[in-house]
């Protein structure tokens, strides 16, 4: 989420600011996928959603996404519809102006629903989904929102993404703000998914990374945790990029670079933690990873390299 404060730093330090520091950790993926909380455009008080919260980029500052080298932005989440239809939309359009792929938001259910391809050796098929309220951002049969997997059509969708790709992730925006603990219905759906077809599960929405699980072989990571988010959060420190080496049908390798988020200190400049501090990190991760049943369990070693179980 790049508005709010970010803006300050754009302004003065230039639009790479946010990235300066992990640039070259970027630059080394083949696909980059992140979950965009923010839509792009001005607001105004009348298109406003009531809500706590709510959060635009102006679209003059749509150059920093250009530098976070995203290939694909979710925006299956609470936020992307803050300000209607118009500026979500707006967002699709700017994105696509920078060469970033959407998914997870449609003019409605179906279009919202359908999966990103992106073609090459192998090819990889992305599904977003949002779980969070309010339950009006929900795309329908006739209006605009976000995919929601309702029970008639999840896994058909999943199916048949799963079909169009060598490999398949799934996304969703659930669980609750600031907890590391999963819900229940967290791992009934990441299970749902991986069993239709998905080979790898990633979530969001908590802001604080949650446990991580092997399922039937496949990685379910149930909360990434916040990346470059503009606020100043007294629980979203500690976060980490989750890097995959993918084969057909296959995750060959997956390693978690840990990064510290903590703005009063980096300044929404994110950037590797000290040993130290990833020591602690990874410490936390394993415990909170450990909840799920023992035969689920992933090693998460001291690089943060991960190993588990293929079946």
Known sequence: MLGNWVTDHLDRDGTDYPFRRIDSLLQQADVRFANLEAPIGTGDSLSRYDKTYTFTLPSSYRQVLKHSRLDIAG?????IMDYGVRLADSTVYYLKELGIRSVG?????REASQPVVLPGNPSVAFLAYSMTFPREFWATDSTA????PF??????????????ADFTIVSFHWGSENSDSTKKYQQVFARRAIDAGADL?????????????????????????????????????RSGLLEIEIGEDTVRAAKIHPLNVKNVDVRFQP?????????????????????????????????????????
């Open 75 to 79: 925006l299956a989440n609470n936020h």
């Open 105 to 109: 938001y449609g003019l409605n259910r």
């Open 145 to 148: 929102g976000t995919a929601y």
């Open 151 to 164: 029970e008639s059509d999840f896994i058909p969708r999943v199916t048949a993404a799963d079909s169009l």
């Open 201 to 237: 599960v990633v979530g969001h929405h908590p802001h604080i990374w949650q446990g991580i699980e092997n399922y039937k072989g496949r990685l379910i990571a149930y909360s990434l945790g916040n990346f470059c988010f503009g606020s100043f959060s007294p629980t979203a420190l």
């Open 271 to 311: 950037r590797l933690m000290t040993a130290r501090q990833a020591d602690s990190f990874f410490t936390h991760l394993r415990t909170i990873s450990s909840r799920f049943d023992s035969t689920s369990t992933i090693q998460i070693h001291p690089d943060g390299n991960l190993s588990w179980d293929r079946e």
